[in-house]
């Protein structure tokens, strides 16, 4: 994916592109839309209200979708051709905001971070006044009117009403209690540590998102997710970096939540199924963190057979079609909305996503499986809705699964293939997965030359391209999988005869079923192997996802 990396830092968000100068307040020239949608909040109307970064002004949409300026006045043009914005409490059609970022429920009307200004503003539907902050950058806690905060960037409300504030220069979390007093809620300082409230460190926290008692932060710095519950900060998602400065490690990666990476993440959400969606603005996609697991929604990049799905530009904002830099979002009614300022659109994402199959009961032991396998785009229906689970696989729909697998999981590269096999058409649907587990060593087809893609493949035979594939490179499971070669048992390699037809595991599958067994990816039918039996589409779901959940 060709990545564009934008730095947390205020000074390169605030790089809102080229726009029309707006002349003076009443001018002809205002805008009809957003120029740098920043921020969302839901309205009790079931609108939203629209943080605007370059016009530095507060918009609603209504229901119906009409767009119209809540609060801030346009005001004249900057030295760059730009809004020039300023500090003006008073009344909300007259007040001035400076790069305002987020937007959030508080007290009987709403809260906004003015970044530029380095206070929090509050709108009750008439006036704007400053709720906390003296307008200069430091850090000091007390009565609201005398804190002081660095950048402060992402909000949220809690279910006592208090406000908690990314704190973003200072590289901690605030909270604004309905009282007026600020106090810093969680962080010591910039760095990358979980622990207690007073001993956690963050590095450059933007979004944050509160939901069922939890605080969940964009810790955009450190390229992670955290979550603040029982008072204790908690790493929900990123990799770790084992050395260097940084202890986390940016990148572009779906799996387990431990092992995903991200770039600058800047925005979260949650959904009302639990599942934690991610605004991953460097890598200019829209991720989920569902049941452990990291996946991609949308990217900007659509070759690996990712699409918009049901994403769209939420009207009037029209034209884009996929995000630049998500920031703020909000959840709520099965859609996913995110505000993109570098593209001057919000998006709408449907998060109702998991297919339901009629031949697939929500208590059969693979329900779970299929529904990981069909909404992370690995292993499809055979129709819109069926999954036919008790079919067999076929060869070519294996390594197609394989291939769909290590894209989820990789989604910045691009899969590539031809047909090496005298049996595969070069127009077939499978040829490039095919092509790509040859060249990786899944596959080495017959001795003839052949890949016989329509056979089923049996239980050895999937266990062992699985094998191969992990020994192949950075897979998961590529550790265990090296270990599987030796001769004696370990504990990634299994004892195979407590199963009563281990005999009939051909020599070549013995590694890979030791492998398979002692990681926890097979576990025997009724007690048996069952090497030469063709291996179900209900248990290759569950084979993949036991190991995609591998770390």
């Known amino acids: 994916m060709r990545r564009r990396i934008f730095s947390v830092l205020l000074a390169a968000i605030f790089v809102c592109g080229s726009y029309a100068p707006v002349n003076g307040a009443d001018g002809d020239s205002a805008p009809q839309n957003p120029g740098s949608p920043s921020g969302l909040c839901r309205t009790a109307d079931g609108g939203m209200l629209i943080t605007d970064e370059y016009y530095k002004v507060i918009w609603q949409q209504g229901p119906d979708g009409t767009l119209s300026l809540f609060a801030g006045a346009l005001s004249g043009s900057g030295e760059d051709g730009a809004p020039a914005g300023g500090y003006r409490d008073g009344k909300q059609a007259d007040a001035l905001f400076s790069h305002p970022w987020s937007v959030a429920p508080f007290l009987r009307g709403y809260a906004v971070s003015d970044t530029g200004n380095n206070v929090i503003r ?11 902050g003296d307008g200069q950058t430091g850090l000091r806690d007390g009565a609201a009117a005398k804190a002081q905060f660095s950048r402060p960037t992402g909000l949220a409300r809690d279910d006592s009403g208090s406000l908690y504030i ?8 605030r909270r604004l209690s309905a009282d007026g007093t600020v106090t810093t809620f969680a962080g010591n300082g910039e760095g990358c540590a979980d622990g207690a409230l007073s001993d956690a460190r963050f590095r450059q926290p933007t979004g944050l998102c509160w939901s069922g008692g939890t605080l969940y932060v964009a810790d955009s710095g450190n390229h992670r997710i955290c979550k603040i519950e029982n008072g204790t900060v908690a790493t929900l998602a990123g990799a770790v970096l084992q050395s260097g400065d940084a202890a986390f490690q940016t990148g572009y990666r779906n799996g387990p939540a431990a092992a ?4 600058n993440p800047q925005g979260i959400a949650v959904g009302e199924d639990g599942s934690v969606y991610i605004a991953d603005t ?21 070759s690996h057979g990712m699409d918009a799905g049901s994403l769209d530009p939420l009207d009037p904002l029209a034209a884009a079609r996929h995000p630049v830099s998500p920031r703020s979002m909000i959840a709520y009614g099965g859609l996913l909305y995110a505000a993109d300022p570098f593209s001057r659109h919000v998006f709408r994402l449907s998060t109702e996503d998991i297919p339901s199959f009629a031949d697939v009961p929500k208590d059969a032991w693979y329900a779970g499986a299929v529904s990981f396998a069909s909404e992370n785009r690995i292993l499809a229906g055979t129709s819109h809705a069926a999954f036919d689970p008790e079919t067999a696989m076929t ?33 077939g649907w499978y040829v490039k997965a095919a092509g790509w587990a040859f060249e990786r060593g899944v ?3 017959d001795g003839d030359g052949c890949f016989r893609p329509d056979a089923p493949v049996t239980r050895e035979e999937l266990v062992t391209m699985l094998n191969n594939y992990a020994k192949s490179g950075q897979t998961p499971g590529a550790a265990a999988a090296g ?11 299994a004892d195979l005869r407590p199963y009563p037809d281990a005999a009939d595991v051909k020599p070549y599958a013995l590694p890979a079923f030791r492998w398979a067994c002692g990681a926890g990816l097979i576990s025997g039918s009724d007690g048996r192997l069952m090497p030469a039996a063709p291996a179900t589409r209900a248990e290759t779901a569950q084979i993949i996802k036991n190991f995609a959940m591998l770390q």
Do not use: C
Request: charged letters at 20%.
């Open 395 to 427: 060869r070519a729909m294996f390594v197609t699964a394989l291939a769909n697998l290590h894209l989820s999981l990789y989604p910045d590269e691009l899969l590539s293939g031809t047909a090496y096999f005298s049996d595969v058409p070069a127009d």
């Open 122 to 132: 509050y709108m009750d539907g008439s006036r704007v006044v400053t709720a906390a």
């Open 166 to 173: 990314a704190d973003t220069g200072n590289n901690v979390i």
């Open 443 to 445: 596959i080495k087809g």
């Open 260 to 263: 995903a990476r991200f770039a």
């Open 282 to 302: 460097g890598n200019q996609a829209i991720r989920r963190i569902r049941d452990g697991y990291v996946s991609t929604l949308t990217a900007a990049d659509t």
């Open 483 to 493: 270990s599987s070669l030796q001769e004696t048992e370990s504990a990634d390699n």
